[in-house]
């Protein structure tokens, strides 16, 4: 049985400014369409730079202490309970934050749609995917480029051999 209030968390994540504990939840009660993960994000780190999905809709659910997160209109404190939501497309840019002196823990609710692509406005990259979100690593496609290294379409293309 998964819980938001005894999770089981199954993923962990420590970089200079991100960190977390995560648990999969959706995944742990077997959902395929729907992805559900609880984040606990400690005093002073991000669990995610500020990106945006081309694919996926994502809702955070406050579940416990006070996270800020960051959208087109700027940063804000969010309070336990509070639910937002994060539609597909540069609108839906954002990033969660724990500025206070406890941890924070969110839920996040998603879709689970394949292929995705995420943009990184803060660092100007792409991220295509042929797996949903939060996907383990089964090999496939994954691959971050800076959009200014972009090529035209045609570059490298040959007509077919006669």
Avoid: C
């Avoid at 009660?29 to 005093?43: D, R």
């Avoid at 509070?82 to 823990?105: C, I, K, W, Y």
């Amino acid at each position: 049985m998964a819980s938001i209030f005894e999770p089981e968390f199954d993923d962990t994540l420590e970089r200079r400014g991100f960190a977390y504990r995560r648990a999969r939840l959706g995944r742990q009660v077997g959902a395929a369409k729907l992805g559900a993960s609880l984040y606990e994000i400690p005093p002073g780190a991000a669990n995610f730079p500020y990106h945006w999905h081309g694919a996926n809709e994502e809702l955070a659910i406050v579940v416990a202490g006070r996270p800020s997160v960051r959208t087109p209109e700027g940063w804000r404190e969010l309070v336990e309970g509070e639910v937002v939501s994060f539609p597909v497309g540069e609108a839906g840019a954002h990033q969660l934050a724990n500025r206070t002196d406890e941890p924070a823990r969110v839920l996040i609710v998603s879709t689970m749609i394949a292929p995705e692509v995420n943009g990184y406005p803060d660092s100007g990259k792409v991220l295509a995917t042929l797996r949903p979100p939060g996907s383990p690593d089964d090999g496939s496609l994954a691959a971050a480029f800076r959009v200014a290294d972009g090529v035209d379409y045609w570059e490298g293309e040959n007509p077919p051999a006669e």
